[in-house]
């Protein structure tokens, strides 16, 4: 078994893009800018949005961070939308997910300009995705696919079940691997809450994408001899031995399923990285089309 580390790849790429922007300070060019707005106090967001931030500062881009109280009226933050779509400094932002339950995620979403939609989150861009055409794609799916490409694993002709549907992880994951791309071209089942005898769909894969929010869900039994396991979960499960009181752990029982998969992502330091660094890259490539210097 072979351990697919993001945490390593997230570093090796991070060296890319700081070496690109190196270049772009020598040649005078505009240096890429991200924006995060983060509303409230949720603490896993709060983490994901530092992590974002800090590698913002360590590649040498630009980073704001536009912090606001649970509070705050779907109206008040469509503003704050409004001026970041309209700022010429900002190259690309996010806003953090999930929400107060009171703002409308979707209306929030559709409020970004396309151009600036770093997440890949708008229906712009999901529709691009969709078409093969160029977009940002979603920052999770893009970096597993940048994974899978990276350390080489074919996935021409192979069977991929993608376990959970969601808008950002699940569904665009099961349109970019039946793609007709050099990342691609897998016979991609979608599964779900709904789906019969899920084992039946997971033992018959030679690649499984897993995307639910139930720790440990994915045991060794559904696992295939060789298969490619990519775990994208992030669940915090109590544990009392730990300083922090919990411990994150991924959708698939990792121990078990290492003893059967050819490749296996931890948690943490598998997708998660992968994630930011997508974004970063997403953020390099919106500074570059921009189309006003
Ligand atoms: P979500 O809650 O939006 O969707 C979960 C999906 O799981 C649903 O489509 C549902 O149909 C499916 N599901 C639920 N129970 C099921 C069952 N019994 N059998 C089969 N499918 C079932 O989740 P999401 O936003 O896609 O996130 C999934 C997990 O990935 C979470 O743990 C989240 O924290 C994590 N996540 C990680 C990253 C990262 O960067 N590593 C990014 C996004 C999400």
């Known amino acids: 078994?072979?351990?697919?580390?993001?945490?390593?790849?997230?570093?090796?790429?991070?060296?890319?893009?700081?070496?690109?922007?190196?270049?772009?300070?020598?040649?005078?060019?505009?240096?890429?800018?991200?924006?995060?707005?983060?509303?409230?106090d949720n603490p896993a967001s709060?983490?994901?949005?530092?992590?974002?931030?800090?590698?913002?500062?360590?590649?040498?881009?630009?980073?704001?961070?536009?912090?606001?109280?649970?509070?705050?009226?779907?109206?008040?933050?469509?503003?704050?939308?409004?001026?970041?779509?309209?700022?010429?400094?900002?190259?690309?932002f996010i806003v953090q997910l999930p929400l107060p339950k009171h703002i409308d995620e979707d209306k929030v979403t559709l409020a970004i300009d396309p151009k600036k939609d770093v997440d890949g989150f708008h229906p712009v861009n999901f529709g691009k995705m969709a078409q093969g055409l160029p977009a940002y794609l979603p920052a999770t799916p893009f970096?597993?696919?940048?994974?899978?490409?990276?350390?080489?694993?074919?996935?021409?002709?192979?069977?991929?079940?993608?376990?959970?549907?969601?808008n950002i992880v699940g569904t665009p994951m099961s349109i970019l691997l039946s793609r007709k791309a050099k990342v691609g071209n897998c016979t991609v089942t979608l599964t779900h809450s709904r789906t019969r005898d899920l084992a039946a769909h997971t033992l018959n894969a030679d690649i499984i994408?897993?995307?639910?929010?139930?720790?440990?869900?994915i045991t060794g039994d559904m696992?295939?001899?060789?298969?490619?396991?990519?775990?994208?979960?992030?669940?915090?499960?109590?544990d009392a031995s730990k300083k922090r009181g919990y411990r994150l752990v991924g959708d698939v029982d990792f121990d078990a399923a290492s003893e059967k998969a050819s490749y296996i992502t931890p948690v943490p330091g598998g997708v998660g990285p992968m994630t930011v660094v997508s974004l970063l890259m997403n953020t390099l490539k919106a500074c570059r089309e921009r189309d006003y210097q």
């Open 223 to 238: 696992v295939k001899e060789g298969a490619v396991v990519i775990d994208v979960g992030i669940n915090r499960v109590e």
């Open 46 to 92: 709060e983490s994901y949005v530092r992590s974002k931030v800090r590698s913002c500062e360590k590649i040498g881009f630009q980073s704001t961070l536009i912090r606001r109280k649970a509070d705050i009226t779907e109206d008040e933050l469509l503003e704050i939308i409004d001026d970041l779509n309209k700022d010429r400094d900002i190259d690309g």
């Open 1 to 40: 078994m072979q351990l697919l580390d993001g945490k390593a790849l997230s570093n090796t790429i991070k060296d890319e893009l700081a070496e690109e922007v190196g270049r772009i300070r020598q040649s005078d060019l505009k240096i890429p800018h991200l924006a995060a707005v983060l509303i409230g």
């Open 209 to 217: 994408i897993a995307a639910i929010g139930i720790p440990n869900f």
């Open 143 to 166: 970096g597993i696919v940048t994974m899978l490409d990276r350390y080489g694993i074919e996935t021409s002709g192979k069977e991929c079940v993608v376990v959970g549907r969601s």
